[in-house]
T-cell receptor, first 114, second 117 residues
């Protein structure tokens, strides 16, 4: 069985400061991990994904995440927040390669203060 | 990347009526599509797995007679909410699986906002 825990339901940062969204996972197999972003009343956009290659994954819009097996974590970071980053972020896990059966975290709402 | 569309993007209907939502994979064939439901300020919950040419597989607690799924072609799955009630109001998101060799990648549609009056 697989599960995802997003440790913060809401994160607020000032524009230009670093962003850290935390995610811990549980998986019986070698997992694939994803971060998706959802803007209000919009669908999901894939930010980045880890599929057993490099543990530091770079995504779109300056985001990156590091897979740490020993800590079962996949935290999302960005060096400098932009107003357009304000959205809901979902950490997602699937077991094995690919993204067939996904398990979503509860989401973290990111607010960016001007 | 691959494109998945949904139609309509939003719909308002009266209680007791039925609503059909379409999910299309525009530039690839998808033998498997998923339907999710998202309540306000909550995460996505998988409702059912739609397989082309066979019956859908529903998650526990999802009424198959209320949420009818048809996957008649490799590029189209439909979700029909029958006898809709206000509690069915939600954001419905579909996704489609694109298979490349042994690797499956899931692409999401933009969602359909259903409001039942």
């Amino acid at each position: 069985a697989q599960s995802v825990t997003q440790l913060d339901s809401h994160v607020s940062v000032s524009e230009g400061t670093p962003v850290l969204l935390r995610c811990n996972y549980s998986s019986s197999y070698s997992p694939s991990l994803f971060w998706y972003v959802q803007h209000p009343n919009k669908g999901l956009q894939l930010l980045l994904k880890y599929t057993s290659a490099a543990t530091l994954v770079k995504g779109i819009n300056g985001f990156e995440a590091e897979f740490k097996k020993s800590e079962t974590s996949f935290h999302l970071t960005k060096p400098s927040a932009h107003m357009s980053d304000a959205a809901e972020y979902f950490c997602v896990v699937s077991e094995g390669a690919g993204s067939y059966q996904l398990t979503f975290g509860k989401g973290t709402k990111l607010s960016v203060i001007p | 990347g691959a494109v998945v569309s949904q139609h309509p993007s939003w719909v308002i209907c009266k209680s007791g009526t039925s609503v059909k939502i379409e999910c299309r994979s525009l530039d690839f064939q998808a033998t498997t599509m998923f339907w999710y439901r998202q309540f306000p300020k909550q995460s996505l919950m998988l409702m059912a797995t739609s397989n082309e040419g066979s019956k859908a597989t529903y998650e526990q607690g999802v009424e198959k007679d209320k949420f009818l799924i048809n996957h008649a072609s490799l590029t189209l799955s439909t979700l029909t909410v029958t006898s809709a009630h206000p509690e069915d109001s939600s954001f419905y998101i579909c996704s489609a699986i694109r298979t490349s060799g042994s690797y499956n990648e899931q692409f999401f549609g933009p969602g359909t906002r259903l409001t039942v009056l």
